[in-house]
C-alpha cells in the first residue's frame, strides 16, 4: 500500500523559514517523480514544486522560485521542501504527492498534508 | 502560463442525474488533462488522466472526455458518495495548473 506521510508543518512568523519532509513507502520511491502541492484553507489546490527522479529536474511555480527548495533522498525515501522568507499567502496545507512518473505526470497519490501556518 | 476555467463553479443534482462538468484549457493542451475528486476533508484522488482514461479503482460511473482546449468530465447516476469538489489539471506544460473546481452537491 502507497503511503505518503508529510511532517514539519507548523506556526511561523512572516519572513522565516520552515523545512518539510515526507515518508514514503509502499513503492519504489527512486523510480517517480515527487511533487508538493498546496491548498490554502477554503481554497482550491496550488502544485508548488516537482523533482525527478534523480533530481536531475527540478521545477517551481513562480509564486515561490527563488524562496523553496525542494530535493529529495532516494536511500531515505524522503521528499523535502525547504521554505524561506515564508508569507501570509504561503499559508497552507501542502501535500506530499506522488507522480505516475517523469515530473509532468497525472498525480496518483497524495499524503494527507501538513499545515503550515504564517502569522505574526 | 496555461490558464484552466471550469463551470460551473458549484452545482446541486438529485441521485440518478446525469452531471457534466466542463474544463476549458487557454491553449491547445493535446489530452494531457487529469480529473481530481477531493471529498471534504480528505486529500485529492486522481479519478480520470489522459483525460479519458479512468484511474484504477474508479467507478465507470465517471467518464472523461475532450481534446486541446475543452474538456468534459461526466458523471453517470449521481450518488450520494460523489459530493466532492472536482479539479482539473493540465500537464502538457509546467507549472500544473489546476482549475478552480467544481463543487457538487446532493439536492
Known amino acids: 500500500e502507497v503511503q505518503l506521510v508529510e511532517s514539519g508543518g507548523g506556526l511561523v512568523q512572516p519572513g522565516r523559514s520552515l523545512r518539510l519532509s515526507c515518508l514514503a513507502s509502499g513503492f519504489s520511491f527512486d523510480e517517480y517523480a515527487m511533487h508538493w502541492v498546496r491548498q490554502p484553507p477554503g481554497k482550491g489546490l496550488e502544485w508548488v514544486s516537482g523533482i525527478s527522479w534523480n533530481s536531475g529536474s527540478l521545477v517551481y511555480a513562480d509564486s515561490v522560485k527563488g524562496r523553496f527548495t525542494i530535493s529529495r533522498d532516494n536511500a531515505k525515501n524522503s521528499l523535502y521542501l525547504q521554505m524561506n522568507s515564508l508569507r501570509d499567502e504561503d499559508m497552507a496545507l501542502y501535500y506530499c504527492?506522488?507522480?505516475?512518473?517523469?515530473?509532468?505526470?497525472?498525480?496518483?497519490?497524495w499524503g494527507q498534508g501538513t499545515l503550515v501556518t504564517v502569522s505574526s | 502560463d496555461i490558464q484552466m476555467t471550469q463551470s460551473p463553479s458549484s452545482l446541486s443534482a438529485s441521485v440518478g442525474d446525469r452531471v457534466t462538468i466542463t474544463c476549458q484549457a487557454s491553449q491547445d493542451i493535446s489530452n494531457y488533462l487529469n480529473w481530481y475528486q477531493q471529498k471534504p476533508g480528505k486529500a485529492p484522488k486522481l479519478l480520470i488522466y489522459d483525460a479519458a482514461v479512468l484511474q484504477r479503482g474508479v467507478p465507470s460511473r465517471f467518464s472523461g472526455s475532450g481534446f486541446e482546449t475543452d474538456f468534459t468530465l461526466t458523471i453517470s447516476g449521481l450518488q450520494p458518495e460523489d459530493v466532492a469538489t472536482y479539479y482539473c489539471q493540465q500537464y502538457d506544460k509546467l507549472p500544473s495548473i489546476f482549475g478552480p473546481g467544481t463543487k457538487v452537491e446532493i439536492k
Open positions: 504527492v506522488k507522480d505516475t512518473g517523469s515530473v509532468a505526470g497525472p498525480l496518483d497519490y
